[in-house]
């Protein structure tokens, strides 16, 4: 039975609210990086509206704009005062790109603020809600936070380990293949897998591949979804020699989207300088032992880039790679009805069962005739 909101209790308002606070934050991922992308609501509990009345929406904009907070108390006006907001991360206490949302919470008289996680970064970690509680705010955290970490999960990623967030990404045949070598790009999935994948793109800062992977099928890397070319990620290539081809997709694009390539610090390339004028962004990074990109000297300098999070989408070497060094966070497998009879295995010389030993996995959803498992750490 459902309950009408005027017969709810503090509580379960409290999650109801958060919950719309959070679904806004999930709108703007993919374009905040660095910043997160924080949802917020502003509610007003007057007479006559017991249960709530929303004044107020706000999220994160593009860096450089206004927090989730600022918008909604723009859109809420006059109407803020009184309020109770709703916030997916902790009111920030600093002055960075914008000045501070606990003071700006203040200023506009907002009676008690509910946020759902404590911002890590030293910068804030308890100084908003301290400041808010000193201005006489009511203050209450952790509501709703295991799902508010969700899309906060590359910003949390960035503080707290220097890293991006990790999501692996990949198609594989029914049988247990990613593909035929020397065949290019092979349709496994279907329509609606695809669909899904462009929409994921859009939600995330940057797309990786390796240099093996570009040589072999020459992607492009874009959202292809009707009106999301800019919803485009940043590609990135993890490419020690520089070879990336000029004539390739990703080098003919770099000018208009975003193209990185993760190169060996101190490798000579004849290529290096037609890569940049095309546009293509060279990042130098140590290699590791076997003459490869160092992983975790590549994050490291991803995430000073401001990439929060990163996913990957092939190869099998680069993949195995990352499994191996435990830096994949999570997986999203699309396991499509067709089978391919032998061909390239998902980790290099290995299949599936490497992930299913190394996190673990659970199938979350039918897309169509293909399968969508998800894998987590243990």
């Known amino acids: 039975m459902l309950i009408p909101f005027a017969s709810r209790t503090q509580e379960e308002l409290d999650r109801l609210y958060m919950g719309v606070a959070i679904g806004y934050s999930r709108r703007a991922l993919g374009r905040t990086w660095p910043n997160p992308s924080v949802g917020a609501v502003l509610v007003r509990f007057d007479k006559g509206h017991n249960g709530g009345q929303i004044v107020g929406r706000g999220v994160t904009q593009p860096v450089g704009g206004a927090h989730a907070e600022v918008v909604a108390l723009q859109e809420a006006g006059a109407l803020a005062k009184g309020a109770t907001a709703y916030v997916t991360l902790e009111p920030c206490s600093h002055t960075g790109r914008t000045g501070p949302c606990s003071k700006a919470l203040i200023e506009a008289g907002v009676r008690r603020v509910v946020y759902a996680v404590t911002d890590p970064n030293p910068l804030v970690c308890g100084c908003g809600h301290r400041q808010l509680a ?112 000029l004539d390739s997709q990703l080098a003919r694009r770099a000018k208009s989207s975003p193209v990185w390539l993760l190169v060996g610090a101190g490798i000579a390339s004849q290529q290096y300088d037609e890569l940049e004028a095309m546009g293509v962004r060279l990042l130098p990074v140590a290699l590791d032992s076997n003459g490869k990109i160092d992983l975790p000297q590549a994050l490291k300098e991803l995430g000073r880039q401001g990439i929060t999070k990163l996913m990957l989408e092939g190869g099998a070497q680069l993949a195995a790679a990352f499994l191996q060094d435990s830096l994949i966070d999570e997986a999203l497998i699309f396991k499509g009805a067709q089978k391919l009879d032998n061909g390239l295995l998902p980790f290099g010389s290995f299949g599936l069962e490497k992930l299913h030993s190394s996190m673990n996995g659970k199938f979350l959803q039918a897309c169509d005739a293909d399968e969508l498992w998800h894998y987590t750490k243990f």
């Open 134 to 245: 000193a201005a006489n705010v009511e203050v209450s955290q952790g509501v709703l936070q295991s799902m508010a970490r969700q899309p906060l999960a590359g910003y949390l990623s960035l503080v707290e380990k220097q890293r991006p967030y990790i999501m692996l990404k990949m198609a594989v045949s029914e049988d247990g293949y990613i593909g035929r070598k020397g065949s290019g790009q092979i349709r496994i999935t279907g329509h609606t897998s695809r669909q899904m994948v462009h929409s994921m793109r859009g939600q995330v800062d940057a797309i990786a591949v390796g240099i093996g992977t570009v040589l072999e099928d020459d992607p492009n890397l874009q959202n292809r979804l009707p009106g999301c070319l800019e919803r485009s990620p940043v590609a990135v290539v993890f490419d020690a020699k520089a070879r990336l081809p």
